[in-house]
């Protein structure tokens, strides 16, 4: 790398700026990437390259980077009133708009909506919800938490206790304690030889019954889950896999929450990954896509026995004592009441049953057969591309080689911005206005970016067999 020009963004970046999920150290010599504007779903950088995103963000922008409606709700509610709280029945009608609206789309019959300002703080929020649940029913050992290996439901240090990711626990001293993980429903790599899918299904089921009983069902609370695995390596569980789950935890009166920050608002090809997987979460939590980002906000959503319980706990104390100075502000719940409308108005959902299905035959017709692909995995718009080290024994690279971080710089210097997560498994997540010449382009930069790897991997004698 050559050094940053003094006073140029990277250099000014470098200086000051504490990076989310880098190598801090790496980070001082080779600098940042500096995203300058977008228009619909592209970017550019500060140079003046043009790049596809190919991950909305961070599974975020789903009406792509420049609606000017969205712009407009925000200027808008910024006139009206461009701030209140909601703490001590304070409220306002873009709040009171969104909540309604929520509930109206809600994939079970649910009953209020609490707002918070990421999915982490949701999901914090929601782990409240559940132990003040059990404290208001008189089950103050009720309390376990149940999350999956590779798993994700944020950063906090009870959303991250939740998270079934090394890189999110290493050094953190998390997980906390009565944090619990069962296995990851990934067939690919758990499935054993002569297993079947629906087998393994159960055995999932099984393994979480097991753990259940080891820990005590009367300890046991709620289990999360994502109905597509996400930044774990957008894994999509067995069919028959959530109707076995949610057998087994309806059987010890265990809480079913289903964290749906990305599969939320069509991104699986209904309005929830709830409807595709078959999922009948107590709690529903969501973000990102609620206002395509554009301004921060995500959301909770009890179902009626829930909200009883968190009713007469409050009555009894005297307040239900939680909540952020900026749950349900005004200019983001203003913004989300109009994405929600856009997503209804432009039939979004028929669309991504149009590009959705073009996206996962395109990657798999183009990519199955590739010498460094293991697996192509994915359902709408949302996928993922698994390199391995071994085709035949589907065994992957060693991390230390850090294979998925030069995927990803070799994919940038192909005009397409992607991301490398667990397992070398590269994330598809567009803007759902996605077009399928502009899936064309994704895929085509992808190939180059494949093609080259694999010369580079032989040249640094890296592969382990085609
Ligand atoms: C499923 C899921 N839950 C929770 C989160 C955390 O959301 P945030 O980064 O807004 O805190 C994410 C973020 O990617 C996520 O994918």
Request: aromatic share 8%; charged share 20%; net charge negative.
């Amino acid at each position: 790398m050559t050094p940053p020009r003094a006073n140029s963004n990277a250099a000014r970046d470098i200086a000051v700026a504490l990076h989310p999920y880098t190598d801090l150290r790496t980070h001082l010599e080779n600098g940042p990437f500096v995203v300058s504007r977008g228009e619909g779903c592209y970017v550019w950088d500060d140079s003046g390259k043009k790049y596809i995103d190919a991950l909305a963000g961070l599974w975020c922008a789903s009406l792509g980077f420049s609606n000017e409606r969205l712009v407009q709700a925000a200027v808008k509610q910024m006139r009206t009133l461009p701030f209140y709280h909601s703490f001590a029945a304070k409220s306002h009608e873009p709040m009171i708009e969104l909540a309604e609206m929520l509930i109206a789309r809600a994939p079970v019959p649910m009953s209020k909506v609490f707002f918070a300002n990421s999915g982490s703080e949701a999901n914090d929020t929601a782990i409240k919800m559940v132990w003040y649940f059990n404290n208001a029913l008189g089950r103050p050992n009720k309390k376990k938490l149940i999350g999956r290996i590779k798993g994700y439901h944020g950063i906090t240090l009870a959303s991250a206790s939740l998270t079934g990711l090394a890189a999110n626990h290493r050094s953190f001293d998390v997980p906390l304690a009565g944090f619990v993980h069962t296995m990851t429903p990934h067939y690919y790599h758990q499935g054993v030889e002569g297993e079947s899918e629906e087998d393994f299904a159960t055995r999932c089921a099984d393994e979480l019954e097991k753990l259940i009983l080891a820990e005590g069902p009367d300890t046991v609370a709620a289990m999360w889950a994502e109905p597509v695995l996400g930044a774990g390596g957008v894994i999509v569980p067995p069919v028959g896999y959530y109707e076995k789950i949610q057998a087994v935890l309806k059987k010890y009166d265990i809480l079913f929450v289903a964290d749906e920050v990305i599969c939320g608002f069509w991104r699986t090809g209904n309005y929830w990954g709830s409807q595709t997987m078959g999922l009948q979460p107590d709690i529903l939590v969501c973000a990102k896509a609620l206002s395509s980002s554009y301004l921060p906000i995500s959301a909770v959503m009890v179902n009626e026995r829930v909200f009883q319980a968190l009713a007469d706990e409050s009555h009894k104390i005297g307040t239900f004592g939680t909540g952020f100075t900026y749950s349900g502000h005004p200019v983001p719940a203003a913004v989300a009441v109009e994405t929600l409308k856009i997503y209804d108005e432009t039939n979004i959902g028929e669309h991504v049953n149009q590009v959705g299905p073009y996206m996962q035959s395109e990657l798999r017709r183009r990519f199955s057969g590739h010498e460094l692909v293991g697996e192509v995995r994915g359902l709408g718009l949302i996928a993922a591309v698994e390199l391995v080290a071994d085709k035949a024994t589907r065994k992957n690279f060693d991390p230390a080689q850090k294979i998925g971080a030069r995927a990803a710089k070799l994919l940038e210097a192909n005009g397409v911005i992607g991301r490398a997560m667990v397992n070398e498994s590269l994330g598809f997540c567009p803007p759902l206005i996605v077009t399928e010449p502009e899936i064309d382009e994704i895929l085509n930069g992808f190939e180059k970016m494949l093609n080259e790897l694999a010369l580079q991997l032989r040249r640094d004698k890296l592969t382990v067999v085609a």
